[in-house]
């Protein structure tokens, strides 16, 4: 496996919620090369799945696509947050849910060709309601969506979130394993 060495790090951008840098990097070549790309603290979801097997979904608008997407709830970890922590937080936050059970199910880098972003995916059942509390600013619907649904909608691209299809692949291959 190769690597490439630092030669020199430059630091174009420190926003709130990340990082830009601009990298010189040793290629295993000898030549060297510059690497753009971006730090963040990566975010949590949670895939919540009642008796029922109804998924609670979010929709919001993001503008980087100025459209509205559909997504499990999910959220930005703070500095040194335990995924699950955070993931604990943005069930209650978004959806007013707490969970029984919750469970890892996946981690995954979203984006690696450009950022450090790690998302840790998790599954909650044994649902029970509270109340949500939005952060301010934030602005959500929450949807409740049969699982059959749900996976009609990631196979023909009414989800496009990598991390709601990774979730509910994830609770797919589950399910046809007859682990749930």
């Not at 919540?48 to 459209?67: H, S």
């Amino acid at each position: 496996m190769s690597k490439e060495k630092t030669l020199g790090s430059q630091l174009l951008y420190d926003g709130k919620i990340m990082q830009l840098y601009k990298d010189e990097v040793e290629l295993e070549n000898g030549k060297t090369s510059i690497r753009e790309y971006i730090r963040h603290s990566g975010g949590a979801g949670v895939l919540a799945v009642d008796e029922d097997e109804n998924f609670y979904l979010v929709t919001q608008f993001r503008y980087p696509y100025a459209a509205e997407t559909v997504e499990i709830p999910a959220g930005k970890r703070e500095k040194g947050e335990d995924p699950f922590v955070c993931a604990v937080r943005e069930l209650e936050e978004e959806t007013g849910l707490i969970a029984d059970n919750i469970s890892l199910i996946a981690t995954v880098y979203p984006t690696p060709a450009y950022t450090d972003e790690t998302l840790y995916v998790y599954l909650a059942t044994g649902l029970k309601e509270k109340a949500a509390h939005l952060d301010e600013g934030e602005f959500l619907g929450v949807e409740k969506v049969p699982f059959e649904k749900a996976y009609q909608m990631a196979i023909n691209g009414g989800i496009r979130d990598s991390k709601t299809l990774i979730a509910i692949y994830a609770y797919a291959a589950k399910r046809a394993r007859g682990e749930l």
